[in-house]
């Protein structure tokens, strides 16, 4: 997938100005509220998210430990664990393992770190044929477009879109609007593929420490065929995936199917403890499980960093996001977005090629309030422009412009000396009652027009806060003084 977070503000204004994807978003709130009707059906919600926050702040602490001890008990399963650096390493041990076995194609369930890495495009270029088997993934890497939302990639794309793209790939004969006969078209198509597969690849959402076991939630039952129909099984997770033990995987995957598609518990939920037992009809002879790091292990360092490594992918944050709800998915330019991509994309790919999406933020906290990992999103970004601000190079920070900075620093001089700030504050006062000429002056293109070209300063009180205090005071004093 190439990057484009560099494009983000560009890219943002041209979503803002597509009317499709202006519609479509505005309806995204009942997504918000079927999540909230299912958070409910916990006897206390609250707790549900603050169990879910301790469960995943405690794997982050030890990370390493559970890392080390899953691997120990998947391999005493059959499992093969490999561990990748890098993108590249693990792209590179995935096509090696597919032509060392000969494999013409391999199938895929929806998996996002495989979206991180590229592996599509690894494999392609190596000569073997992927085909995403999740219907949104499937519709996206037909139309060859990222996804729009982490949960659901093709959320937003018009059924009139879909049917073309099905007619020009020739998997329906007769143009269809029918969103069920489209589905029936791609099942078909897929059927096909799952019949005499050698090997398929699947993302894991939850990897179990104690008992070595991978856990799959999902509802079209594709990931299921691509993990039994298949000899060899490819599972790819980023490192944070793991829990400690099955009780709280069992507490993760409540939350995640709430929080994802509002449902108790998704359609298919499947664990599996090592490749297939020699008395077992299904599942692989091979099982491969593939540890991704990426740059997790720099930032993990990093104590507020790693805060981001709680994170279960259950897009709750995205609905409830006014910049996400405004622009949508690929303005972002990678594989996450909304606020988990404004916390992960940077830290992955470095704050450099990333500044316009954290600061894409209006700090309204409403992303952290719905978080069931307790993820504090809007303190990240603040955590961020403090970085970039001081150049920290472990994070790829890009100084900010002299101009900037020069100004921060006047401001700070200012700001801690309380009389001089009192005295600038009084000699400004008369000025700045006249908003109507200023608000005039500061619509006139310049530095300060791409804020307030669409916000007015408000009009001012007649008194400040610290002289209506003041006044208060006195008067309290004077009515004690009275009794
Ligand atoms: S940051 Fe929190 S709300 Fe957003 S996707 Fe991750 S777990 Fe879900």
């Known amino acids: 997938m190439q990057i484009k977070t560099g494009q983000f503000a560009e890219a943002a204004k041209a979503a803002l100005n597509d009317s499709y994807t202006r519609i479509f978003l505005d309806g995204m709130h009942k997504k918000v509220k079927e999540r909230l009707r299912s958070m409910e059906t916990f006897p206390d919600p609250a707790a549900a998210r603050e169990l879910g926050a301790s469960i995943r702040a405690e794997t982050v602490a030890e990370l390493p430990e559970l890392l080390e001890k899953f691997e120990k008990n998947a391999t005493a399963q059959g499992a093969r664990v490999i561990w990748a650096r890098d993108a590249e390493q693990a792209n590179q041990f995935i ?26 495009d690894a494999l392609v270029e190596n000569g073997i044929n992927v085909f995403e088997t999740d219907l949104g993934e499937f519709i996206i890497q037909l139309l060859d477009r990222p996804p729009f939302h982490i949960v659901g990639p093709a959320i937003n794309i018009p059924v009139e879109e879909i049917c073309d793209i099905f007619l020009e790939k ?60 298949p000899k060899i099984q490819v599972s790819i997770m980023s490192l944070e995936k793991v829990v400690a033990t099955m009780k709280d995987a069992v507490h993760v995957m409540r939350l995640l199917c709430r929080n994802c598609t509002g449902q108790k518990l998704s359609a298919y939920v499947t664990l599996d403890s090592g490749p297939k037992a020699p008395d077992e009809i299904d599942g692989p002879e091979q099982l491969y499980i593939v540890i ?3 740059g997790r292990s720099d930032f993990y360092a990093d104590p507020k960093a790693r805060e981001a490594l709680r994170c279960i992918r259950c897009g709750a ?12 998915g690929y303005p972002y330019g990678w594989a996450y977005s909304g606020p988990i991509g404004q916390v992960l994309n940077p830290l992955l790919l470095g704050l450099d090629k990333t500044g316009e999406i954290y600061r894409a933020s209006t700090l309204c906290g409403n992303c952290k309030s719905v978080c069931p990992v307790g993820i504090d999103h809007p303190s ?18 890009a100084a900010r412009p002299w101009q900037e900075a020069a100004f921060f620093t006047f401001w700070a001089w200012i700001v801690s000396r309380i009389s001089l700030w009192h005295l600038l504050r009084k000699l400004a006062r008369p000025l700045l009652n006249r908003y109507d000429q200023i608000n005039r002056f500061l619509k006139i293109p310049g530095p300060l ?35």
């Open 449 to 483: 027009n791409k804020w307030h070209r669409t916000r007015d300063l408000p009009q001012l009180p007649e008194k400040t806060f610290r002289e209506r205090w003041t006044h208060l005071n006195s008067e309290v004093g004077r009515r004690k003084g009275e009794k």
């Open 170 to 229: 020739k998997i329906i004969e007769k143009p269809t609007l029918d969103p069920v006969e489209l589905g029936y078209a791609a099942r078909r198509f897929l059927r096909d593929k799952f019949q005499g597969l050698e090997m398929g690849i699947t993302g894991i959402n939850i990897a179990v420490a104690e008992t070595g076991t991978i856990i799959n939630v999902e509802n079209e039952g594709n990931i299921r065929f691509n993990k039994s129909s």
């Open 292 to 294: 991704v790091d990426n």
């Open 317 to 328: 944050c995205l609905g409830s996001c006014p910049v996400y709800t405004k622009i949508g």
């Open 95 to 120: 096509v090696e393992l597919a032509r060392e076995n000969g494999i013409a194609y391999v199938t895929k369930g929806k998996s996002m770190v495989s979206e991180e890495i590229g592996l599509n």
């Open 380 to 397: 990240l970004f603040l955590y961020f422009r403090s970085i970039d601000a001081e150049k920290d190079p472990p994070f790829r920070a």
